[in-house]
């Protein structure tokens, strides 16, 4: 069997500027890095402002186990499957972070015969997009402190200072730390830290920003300390946003690629989804939607978390109406939120896997609650039993209302995801019973809409907040932002916040360690239970088996 590198160095990929011409961009509107990738030019996005929008296709998934449950490769299979139907389809995906590259989770170019290429660039630095919002950020770390060495006449509190340090790659070592020792010469001592790029409120604003006026404005909004009066002191205040637009103008760009069979996908942005908002940049699903008929989209883990920000966060935000959504499962998946041991995962077990079914009918049930029709897609594994197979299609059917369609793409490319497919277009072209709408309103509380989270999307029986955490809300709803959406931050494995609990729990409470502003953006990050925003390496990183082979080509990346 063919590895993904492997499959994906199989296929001589089309020269961009061919796979710009499918959806109409002409020669001059690309930037190419090389001959298979190129930047969507800002000029060409701004004059395709009239145009109509396509329809919108979320892929969502169950809360993900180390079984694998294959949402990138499934988003990129349906844009395919819908070109094979003789619909005018495009992706829009996330950027790879270097941190789970190089840690557990791999690459995220997707997997088998339904990949994002060229797979090896994608992965490793692409076009720079990471390193450029990870230098915007530390610009303005360096432009705060450098203000308070040159006598702070903004009177920051170096106590309160909010803004840490980023880097594009896993390490604990760097959570906390003391910054600025070493005498007089390098400025004033103090508790500091980093967290992965991909955490960055510079990333969130990256991929939420409609233009470069919006991106340099919201830049601006970003509170990083505060005053010995507590007052704001954002990074306008600093004067920095001009000059980190500066540094993410070329960035901004959409970077447009190919799938396997030709399919153009954009990937751009890249923001987690258990610590940040977990969705690709509005800048390329707008583009998307303006140039394809279909535009496929994803959301990071699972529907609790990246459907649920997708939703309430960035269809808020930027005004978009999902016509459709599928939601990713795996038999292997569900055998394990049914309690089986990974190691076990490839004898049938019926009664495991009806057990596990549970996580998936939540997740059917709740992004019901958005208004958005769904479809299951069965991501087949070379393991599953058909009687494994039929008894998610049954429980999908008898016991949700819910069609469910086993899909090959993994394997066959566009051919075995012709079926679903079919089924989102009958979904997204027919009539809905009832339209978009998200969780909660603006308007409520800040505390309620976390509540409201909790318990309709992850069934908690309460939220635990002590008096700070409470008069944190109190003084953010004071100051102006209460009408902010919640960005939950919270273990991806369960609808708790603990990560060994599966299947679907309820009565659970989700504590609240931490609220930040990240008024950029325009949300509220609620940290929950023990998530960090710097992840650590595991105990064997992928990193150890990534290399140069005898012939220059990388080996080990997956």
Known sequence: MKSDIEIARSVTPKPIVEIGAKLGIPYESLHPYGHHIAKVSNEFIAAQSERPDGKLILVTAINPTPAGEGKTTTTVG????????????????????????????????GGGWAQVIPMEAINLHFTGDFHAITSAHNLLAAMLDNHIYWGNTLDIDPRRVAWRRVMDMNDRALRSIVSSLGGVSNGFPREDGFDITVASEVMAVFCLATDLADLEARLARMVVAETRGKGSVTAGDLKASPSMTVLLKDAFQPNLVQTLEGTPAFVHGGPFANIAHGCNSVRATRTALKLADYVVTEAGFGADLGAEKFFDIKCRKAGLAPDAAVIVATVRALKMHGGVKKEDLGKENLAALEAGFANLARHVENVGKFGVPAVVGINKFVSDTDAELQLIVDLCRDKLGAKAIVCTHWGEGSK????????????AEGPKATGFKPLYPSEMPLLA???????????????????????????????????????????????????????????????????RLSAGAGFLVVICGDIMTMPGLPKIPSAEHIRLGADGQIEGLS
Request: glycine share 12%; aromatic share 4%; with cysteine.
């Open 78 to 109: 349906l844009g395919d499957g819908l070109t094979r139907i003789g619909k005018k389809a495009a992706i829009a995906l996330r950027e790879p972070s270097l941190g789970p590259c190089f840690g557990v989770k791999g690459g995220a170019a």
């Open 449 to 515: 809409k976390v509540e409201t989270i909790a318990k309709e999307i992850y069934r908690a029986g309460s939220v635990v907040a002590d008096s700070k955490i409470k008069k944190r809300f109190k003084d953010l709803e004071a100051a102006g932002y209460g009408d902010l959406p919640i960005c939950v931050a919270k273990t991806q494995s369960s609808f708790s916040a603990d990560p060994e609990i599966k299947g679907a729990p309820t009565g659970h409470a989700i504590p609240i360690r931490e609220v």
């Open 416 to 427: 075995g995801s012709e079926e679903l497919a079919r089924a989102v277009v009958e979904i």
